[in-house]
């Protein structure tokens, strides 16, 4: 049980495309999803925080305009890189918690969306 | 804000014991995580500690002092395939919870 699936796994666009990356929790409900970016032997960097039928909340420093996020069920959660540029390269990963925000927090993570702009 | 630290790299050889230490400052803390990830993949869920103490799962460990800011993964009778990058993450409640990962400390284990 617990699985989150992320697509695709990987895309290679050019400069100022946009990219829609889709996080699907497959066995169970997910009133919350995370975003999360990894560069290249550092650590998990939340991006924001998104809940089911609200607008995402999004961590000091990323921009809102540029990483569009939407919660539209509970089960999807997408994360649009818009106007991509070489330095959004980098490993995308999404997560998400079943039932409501609780004293437990564990977050079932996706398998990752590597992404890379020319 | 959060602060997690943690060895960046540790190298061990099978069948040996390794401890994987991490220190954290945090306010609103409401449990502490460590996660293993292979390059290139997600993190993959290992141990959950929220009260003083040890948390004994298999090869693997898992210890918290609370009051200390402190926790350590125990790997037994290392393998190969625990050359990974193992990750401390700290859950906080301000208003909803999330997780603050650490760096990560890579784990070469050698024959």
């Known amino acids: 049980g617990a699985v989150v699936s992320q697509h695709p796994s990987r895309v290679i666009c050019k400069s100022g495309t946009s990219v829609k990356i889709e996080c699907r929790s497959l066995d169970f409900q997910a009133t919350t999803m995370f975003w999360y970016r990894q560069f290249p032997k550092k650590s998990l960097m939340l991006m924001a925080t998104s809940n089911e039928g609200s607008k995402a909340t999004y961590e000091q420093g990323v921009e809102k305009d540029k990483f569009l996020i939407n919660h539209a069920s509970l089960t999807l959660s997408t994360l649009t890189v818009t106007s991509a540029h070489p330095e959004d390269s980098s490993f995308y990963i999404c997560?998400?918690?079943?039932?409501?925000?609780?004293?437990?927090?564990?977050?079932?993570f996706g398998p990752g969306t590597r992404l890379t702009v020319l | 804000g959060q602060n997690i630290d943690q060895p960046t790299e540790m190298t061990a050889t099978e069948g040996a014991i390794v401890q994987i230490n991490c220190t954290y400052q945090?306010?609103?803390?409401?449990?502490l995580f460590w996660y293993q990830q292979h390059a290139g993949e997600a993190p993959t869920f290992l141990s959950y500690n929220v009260l003083d103490g040890l948390e004994e799962k298999g090869r693997f460990s898992s210890f918290l002092s609370r009051s200390k800011g402190y926790s350590y993964l125990l790997l037994k009778e290392l393998q190969m395939k625990d050359s990974a990058s193992y990750l401390c993450?700290?859950?906080?409640?301000?208003?909803?919870?999330?997780?603050?990962f650490g760096k990560g400390t890579m784990l070469l284990v050698s024959p």
């Open positions: 945090t306010s609103g803390f409401n449990g």
């Open positions: 993450a700290v859950s906080a409640y301000s208003g909803y919870s999330t997780l603050t």
């Open positions: 997560s998400a918690r079943e039932g409501p925000d609780s004293s437990y927090n564990e977050q079932f």
